[in-house]
C-alpha cells in the first residue's frame, strides 16, 4: 500500500481556517491580499498570515500560500517583498505557476518549498522534470489528466517530486482556468484571481429550443443545442466528487488530494474535509477489505454543490464534456450554529448562532471522525440562563442540553 495522502483543505478566510484544521486537515492552503487566484475569497492580511502560520504550524498543519496570477512588470517590486515576508513567517510552501515568480520566490524565501499550481497546466512527466530542475518540490497536475496520465507521470518522475490532485470541488470549462470570458463581460480577468465565472450564468431565449449544430468541415458529427425551459448549460462544469474511488487514488501514487473551495463556507470546508479524512482513515485500516460507505457520499450531498461528476479521471471531455443538466447549486443543509463550549452526554452546551435555530427541532451535529449524528435541540437558554423558543440573531449565544457529547468546534446543522 502506497504512503498515506495529505488531505489539504482550502481556507479562505480565519473562520475556514480553524474549521479546515479542527476536522482533520494536515495541510491548508490560502491566499494574501494580493497575488492569489480567488480575489473573492476574504484571504489574509500580513498580519494574518502570520498568525495563521503560527496557528496550523502549532497544530501539526501545514501551510501553503497560493502565489499564482501571472504578474505583470509593475508588480515585481511589491511582489518581491510579499515572498520575502512569507519566508520570514515561515509558510511551509508557495504555490506558483509562473516562471518568473518561481525564480524570486528562490531569491528571496529560498527555504520555502516550490509547489507548481494547476495554473501551469502541468500535463506530462517532461513538463514535471522541468519543473523539478528549477527546484520544485512538489506539482498541482493540470485537472485534465485521467488517472492512467497521473500513473504515468509518477512512474516517470523521482520519488522526491510529489504529486498533487484536486479530488473534489469546482471544475473549469476552460483547461485549468485559462478563460477570457469573464474580462469579455465585465473586464475582471479570471487569469488574476477575478472571475465573475460567467459559465455558469443562464443563457436563454424567451422560447424553448432544441437543435443541432455542426462545425463546417464535419457536418456528421452534430451537437446538440438543448434549452429545457429556456435554459441552456452548455458551459457549466459539473462538481468534482472522488469520494467512492479512494483506493484508485491511492494507488495512483498521489501525495495530496486537494479539496477545492475557498469561496465556500465554513460549513463546506468542515464537511469535506471530515469526509475524506474518515474515507482515507477507513482505507488505511481495512485494506484490500475496504468497503465504501455510503454515508460518505450523504454527507457530501449535505453540502453547496452542483451536480457531482468524477472529472476527467475516467473518462475524456471527448466522451464526456462533464457538463450540468440543472443550473445552480443544490443548497446545502442549513448552518444552524458552532459549539464554544461542549458537554458530555446528557450535558448542556453552548453554542454560537449561525442561522436561526428554534426548541425542539430536529437538527445533526458534526463531530471530527463522524457522520451526522441526530439529536433534538431543548432546553434552549439564552445567556442569562432564560428560557427561549428560539435563537433568531445572527452570532447570539445559547446553551441547548444534548443526549450525547459536544465537543468545541462542532458544528449543529438542519436535518
Not at 520575502?84 to 518568473?100: H, K, Q
Not at 523539478?132 to 500513473?151: C, D, N, Q
Amino acid at each position: 500500500m502506497n504512503k498515506r495522502p495529505e488531505i489539504l483543505s482550502p481556507a479562505g478566510d480565519f473562520e475556514k481556517l480553524r474549521s479546515a484544521v479542527y476536522f482533520g486537515a494536515d495541510a491548508v492552503y490560502l491566499a494574501g491580499r494580493a497575488f492569489g487566484m480567488r480575489a473573492a475569497s476574504g484571504n489574509f492580511s500580513d498580519e494574518e498570515l502570520k498568525e495563521a502560520t503560527e496557528y496550523c504550524h502549532s497544530r501539526g498543519v501545514k501551510i501553503y500560500v497560493t502565489v499564482n496570477i501571472m504578474p505583470r512588470d509593475g508588480e515585481y517590486g511589491a511582489l518581491e517583498r510579499f515572498l520575502t515576508y512569507l519566508g520570514e513567517i515561515g509558510v511551509d510552501a508557495a504555490i506558483v505557476s509562473d516562471l518568473g515568480v518561481a525564480a524570486l520566490l528562490k531569491k528571496c524565501a529560498p527555504h520555502v518549498a516550490l509547489h507548481v499550481s494547476t495554473q501551469a497546466s502541468v500535463v506530462s512527466s517532461a513538463a514535471c522534470m522541468a519543473w523539478y530542475a528549477l527546484g520544485a518540490s512538489r506539482v498541482v497536475l493540470a485537472r485534465e489528466l485521467s488517472l492512467e496520465a497521473v500513473k504515468n507521470i509518477r512512474k516517470n518522475i523521482p520519488d522526491d517530486l510529489e504529486i498533487e490532485c484536486f479530488v473534489h470541488g469546482s471544475m473549469c470549462v476552460a483547461y485549468s482556468g485559462r478563460c477570457l470570458l469573464s474580462q469579455h463581460y465585465v473586464g475582471r480577468d479570471a487569469n488574476r484571481g477575478a472571475c465573475a465565472q460567467p459559465c455558469r450564468w443562464i443563457y436563454s431565449r424567451d422560447t424553448a429550443l432544441t437543435a443541432e449544430i455542426a462545425e463546417e468541415k464535419r457536418k456528421n458529427e452534430l451537437l446538440p443545442v438543448v434549452e429545457d425551459g429556456g435554459d441552456t448549460f452548455v458551459m457549466s462544469s459539473k462538481d468534482m466528487c472522488m469520494i467512492e474511488h479512494i483506493p484508485e487514488l491511492c494507488e495512483a501514487g498521489i501525495h495530496s488530494f486537494k479539496l477545492e473551495g475557498r469561496v465556500r463556507s465554513a460549513y463546506y470546508t468542515a464537511v469535506v474535509t471530515n469526509t475524506y479524512k474518515m474515507a482515507l482513515d477507513a482505507y488505511f485500516r481495512d485494506g484490500e477489505s475496504y468497503v465504501f460507505d455510503p454515508a460518505l457520499k450523504r454527507e457530501l450531498d449535505s453540502v453547496s454543490h452542483r451536480e457531482y461528476g468524477t472529472g476527467f479521471f475516467f473518462k475524456s471531455p471527448h466522451e464526456d464534456a462533464n457538463l450540468v443538466t440543472e443550473p445552480g447549486y443544490i443548497r446545502e443543509k442549513a448552518y444552524l450554529a458552532t459549539a464554544v463550549d461542549g458537554c458530555s452526554a446528557g450535558g448542556v452546551a453552548r453554542f454560537v448562532q449561525r442561522n436561526k435555530i428554534f426548541d425542539g427541532s430536529r437538527a445533526e451535529l458534526l463531530t471530527p471522525g463522524k457522520t451526522g449524528q441526530e439529536l433534538t435541540v431543548t432546553e434552549m437558554k439564552n445567556e442569562a440562563g432564560e428560557k427561549i423558543e428560539s435563537a433568531p440573531h445572527p452570532g447570539m449565544i445559547f446553551t441547548v442540553r444534548s443526549p450525547i457529547e459536544i465537543k468545541k468546534g462542532d458544528i449543529l446543522r438542519g436535518v
